[in-house]
C-alpha cells in the first residue's frame, strides 16, 4: 500500500534543473518525507530528507508544500550520472509497531546531452 | 571504510534447491536490513535486525524464507526449496540506529545498501 505517488518516467536535458514530482496526501503530520535514488545494477542511494521545511544537501534540494502533501526533489545542474530510478519514500507501520521505508517504483529520470 | 558488502554478487540455482545470501553490514550499525527487488518492481521489504534479533519478520513471503544475524554483524538470508518466483536482486541495508517504534516522530536515519545478489532460479 504505496503512501507516495510519482510519474514513472521524466526526462531532462544535461545541465539543465530536474524537478521530481511526488504526491503524499496522506502524510501525517510528523512523518518525514524521504529521497532514494537507485542507479542501475546498484543499491539505493539516500538523497535527502524533509519535514516540513526546505532543505537542502550537496545533492539536490527538497521543496515541500506548505499542506505537506506534495513534494518536489530538484537536481540544480543535471548530469548524465544522475540517470536513474528516484524513489520519494513516507515511512510505513509494520504489524510489530516497527517502521520501515516502502520504495515504490519511483520515477525514472533519463538525463540526455 | 568499507560500506555493505553482499555475496555473492549472482547465483543460479534449480528449482528446489536451498541458497543462502549473505551480507556484511557497515562495521558498528547496529540495524540491518533485508529487501526483494524484483524486475521492474520498487523495494519489498522482507526482514529487520537490531543486533541479533528481529523484531519484524512479517515481510518474509512464506516460510522457506529465514534469516539470521549473528555477533551483531554478519547476516544470512537462507531460501529453501527456491522457486522460480524467487529470482530477484536481495539487497541488504545497514543504518547506525534501529528503526524506531512507530510513532511518526522520529526520523528514520539513512540506510546504507549494498550492490545486491541477483538470484535466479531455473
Known amino acids: 500500500d504505496a503512501k507516495t505517488t510519482q510519474p514513472t518516467s521524466m526526462d531532462c536535458a544535461e545541465g539543465r534543473a530536474a524537478n521530481l514530482p511526488c504526491n503524499h496526501s496522506t502524510i501525517s503530520g510528523n512523518e518525514y518525507v524521504y529521497w532514494y535514488r537507485q542507479i542501475h545494477s546498484q543499491g539505493p542511494q539516500y538523497i535527502i530528507h524533509?519535514?516540513?521545511n526546505n532543505e537542502t544537501n550537496e545533492m539536490a534540494s527538497l521543496i515541500i508544500t506548505e499542506d505537506r502533501k506534495s513534494s518536489t526533489l530538484i537536481l540544480p545542474h543535471a548530469t548524465l550520472r544522475d540517470t536513474a530510478v528516484y524513489y520519494c519514500?513516507?515511512?510505513?507501520?509494520?504489524?510489530?509497531?516497527?517502521?520501515?521505508?516502502?520504495f515504490g517504483k519511483g520515477t525514472m529520470l533519463l538525463v540526455s546531452p | 571504510g568499507a560500506g555493505v558488502s553482499q555475496s555473492p554478487s549472482n547465483k543460479v540455482t534449480e528449482k528446489g534447491k536451498d541458497v543462502e545470501l549473505r551480507c556484511d553490514p557497515i562495521s558498528g550499525h547496529t540495524a540491518l536490513y533485508w529487501y526483494r527487488q524484483s524486475l521492474g518492481q520498487g523495494l519489498e521489504f522482507l526482514i529487520y535486525f537490531q543486533g541479533n534479533s528481529a523484531p519484524d519478520k512479517s515481510g518474509l513471503p512464506s516460510d522457506r524464507f529465514s534469516a539470521e544475524r549473528t555477533g551483531g554483524s554478519v547476516s544470512t538470508l537462507t531460501i529453501q526449496r527456491t522457486q522460480q518466483e524467487d529470482s530477484a536482486v536481495y539487497l541488504c541495508?545497514?543504518?547506525?540506529?534501529?528503526?524506531?517504534?512507530?510513532?511518526?516522530?522520529?526520523?528514520?536515519?539513512?540506510?546504507?545498501f549494498g550492490p545486491g545478489t541477483r538470484l535466479t532460479v531455473l
Open positions: 541495508a545497514s543504518s547506525q540506529t534501529p528503526l524506531a517504534l512507530y510513532d511518526g516522530a522520529v526520523q528514520d536515519v539513512e540506510q546504507f
Open positions: 519514500i513516507v515511512r510505513v507501520a509494520l504489524r510489530s509497531g516497527y517502521s520501515t521505508l516502502t
Open positions: 524533509g519535514l516540513k
